[in-house]
Structure formats: C-alpha cells, structure tokens
C-alpha cells in the first residue's frame, strides 16, 4: 500500500467511524466528518497533506499523487 491509498483509506474509515458514532453516540461526532472533508478539500487545492508527512515518517512507499515532480506543470520541469 503507498500513501496514496493510505489516505484515502485513513479518510474513508474517519468519515465512516464520524457517522457511525454520530448515529449511536452524538450528533457532534460530524464535526470529524467535517474536518476530514475540509483536509481533503485543502490537500486538493494546495497538494500538501498532514496525513501523507505522517504516514511518509511511518515509512509508507510513496505515491505519485503527493510526489512533488508530479505535481509541477510540464513547463516548469
């Protein structure tokens, strides 16, 4: 598993853990769905994501969506 997958994945079971506790539990817990959505809104806009720099320390193989050479346009290469 690269980072990439593991993003999604760590966002995927956040939002799904958010609504289960906000089902059972209470309704606040959407305050995590809402953070998780705002993070990938940000990593999208910006391409910079606090859990990929976590998990690159945990030694997860990299990826190309955080891959810094990908991200630049053609013409800056």
Same mark, same amino acid.
């Given at each position: 598993? @690269? ?8 966002? =995927? ?13 209470? &309704? ?6 809402? /953070?998780? =959505?705002? @993070? ?5 806009? !910006?391409?910079?994501? &606090? ?6 320390? /945990?030694?997860? &193989?990299?990826?190309?969506? /955080? ?5 630049? &346009? !053609?013409?800056?290469?």
């Amino acid at each position: 598993m @690269n980072i990439d997958r593991a993003v999604l994945a760590l966002a =995927g079971t956040l939002t799904l853990i958010s609504a289960l506790l906000a089902a059972v539990w209470s &309704p606040w817990w959407l305050l995590l769905a809402a /953070f998780v =959505g705002a @993070n990938q809104l940000q990593a999208s806009l !910006t391409g910079w994501c &606090p859990a990929a720099l976590l998990l690159q320390r /945990f030694g997860v &193989p990299a990826g190309c969506a /955080f891959d810094a050479e990908v991200r630049q &346009p !053609t013409s800056a290469r």
